[in-house]
């Protein structure tokens, strides 16, 4: 293929107009990968929904770039407005006046670097930095502190604020900082009707490259989904695969047994079992049931209103790290399914106490714009150097 | 583990004793420690009765997928009444 040909520019701050208001300027949300670009493009949907009129640009962190071109145009066509090279780039974007706020789901480490700076920290008209998680963290204390010098932080489930605030409350670096709870993909699910849900047909399984860890618990798992094909033909089973074989070897998750090589393994391969790399939210639209082991991709199920079902009991689950946190994470939520309970379909619904501290309320967009004018306010600001 | 020890003077040195002709049986090791089978936890009962019961789980619905495990539960349950 091609070196690939995108729009994006380098971050130039003189094709901004420098000296527009501080509240009237864009929001920048920074990406580098499959899942900081759902982040951005989640979060873009938010801010829309709470001031259609918004300016929001999305920016490319070339230097930690893990998107392969084909992902590149399935999910951001029309491609980014920006693209970040090096820790130049993030000290122009700091001092450049350009933008009023940068929403990230990951602290880059030059982004990192610049806001840790007590000076920058406290000039005036810089943008705010606002970090999010960047989704299910089964280690969450070391994000927290990545996060520690950002202007505003949201975290969740609603007890870690605690856990954070614990953390930092002495801290004696701590600068001015909102905290708050939430996540663009963790909003109050939506609720399909039983009709709605009785006319789909498909069943999705969110594949990981990490989870199950083994060759033997992956091969199992392919087996278990073309047993519910064999024993549902009037459905379509469809493993969804985050990235296709060889794609994506810069990824921080390497997938070292992939799918669709195992399938050669399998003794039948019944017609209605189906392998698709489409989009998460093309996959929502028409589940009926979403399967997944330890990814974030229950989240976004639950939150499209579609029946989940947590599977943990796989085979060689006990080398698998991420078994443990994922048990702890869903413990309440009525969610993890047997072995048993997930062939013969029998799903449940998720707990209301668990939902309400998983998910945040629909106004996201508009407390973070609150955030970002509060820090527009703070005291002690620094006008010139 | 392995990742740091890479790092690590020792572990640069061991790599360039395995790429040698007298670095066979650490190359040998190398490839054992990376085979999933080898490792201790798959050896231990509780581990292996885990994996046996999914297994069977999953072959009694394969073989009869309207029936599986809690059928032949409730018929066993039956039979002690």
Redesign the interface.
């Given at each position: 293929m091609n070196a690939p040909h995108l729009p994006a520019q380098p971050y130039a701050p003189t094709q901004q107009p420098a000296d527009i208001a501080f509240l009237e300027r864009p929001i920048l949300l920074l990406f580098s990968d499959d899942s900081t670009l759902f982040f951005a493009r989640r979060m873009r949907t938010c801010l829309q929904a709470a001031d259609p009129n918004l300016t929001i640009h999305l920016g490319w962190v070339v230097s930690e770039n893990a998107l392969s071109y084909r992902q590149m145009v399935q999910l951001l066509p029309e491609g980014p407005d920006f693209a970040f090279q090096d820790k130049a780039d993030f000290h122009t974007l700091l001092h450049a006046r350009s933008h009023r706020a940068i929403l990230t789901s990951r602290v880059y480490r030059h982004l990192g670097d610049e806001i840790s700076q007590k000076v920058t920290s406290v000039t005036a008209e810089r943008p705010c930095v606002i970090g999010f998680l960047g989704g299910l963290d089964f280690t969450p204390k070391n994000g927290y502190k990545r996060r520690r010098f950002c202007d505003a932080v949201y975290i969740f489930p609603s007890p870690e604020l605690a856990v954070f605030e614990d953390m930092f409350r002495d801290w004696p670096d701590r600068m001015w900082q909102e905290v708050e709870f939430g996540h663009p993909s963790f909003t109050t699910p939506q609720t399909l009707s039983p009709q709605e849900l009785a006319a789909r047909r498909d069943i999705y399984f969110f594949t990981q490259a990490l989870s199950p860890?083994?060759?033997?618990g992956r091969l199992?798992m392919l087996?278990?989904m073309a047993?519910i094909a064999?024993?549902n033909p009037d459905r379509n089973v469809w493993i969804k695969l985050r990235h296709l074989p060889g794609e994506n070897q810069q990824h921080l998750h390497l997938e070292k047994y992939d799918y669709p090589g195992l399938a050669d393994q399998l003794d039948h391969m019944p017609d209605n079992l189906k392998f698709t790399a489409c989009t998460m939210d093309e996959a929502l639209e028409t589940a009926a049931l979403g399967i997944t082991c330890t990814s974030t991709a229950a989240i976004d199920v639950i939150r499209t209103g579609v029946p989940c079902m947590v599977h943990l009991?796989?085979?060689?689950?006990?080398?698998d790290p991420l078994v443990t946190p994922m048990r702890k994470l869903f413990a309440d939520s009525r969610l993890i399914t047997s072995?048993?309970e997930m062939?013969?379909l029998r799903a449940q619904a998720p707990d209301a106490d668990w939902l309400e501290t998983m998910f945040c309320t629909n106004d996201l967009g508009t407390r973070v714009l609150q955030n970002i004018e509060n820090f527009s306010q703070r005291p002690f600001q620094l006008t010139s150097r | 583990m392995i990742a740091k020890l890479k790092k690590t003077a020792l572990g640069q040195l061991l790599y360039r004793v395995s790429r040698t002709q007298v670095g066979t049986p650490l190359r040998y090791m190398a490839d054992m420690l990376k085979n999933n089978q080898n490792q201790r936890a798959h050896s231990l009962p509780q581990h292996k009765k885990h994996n046996q019961r999914q297994m069977d789980i999953l072959a009694a619905f394969e073989r009869n997928p309207h029936t599986g495990i809690e059928h032949t539960r409730a018929k066993h349950i039956e039979a002690k009444q």
């Open positions: 860890s083994t060759q033997r199992h087996r278990v047993a064999q024993a009991d796989f085979v060689d689950n006990y080398v072995l048993d062939l013969h | -």
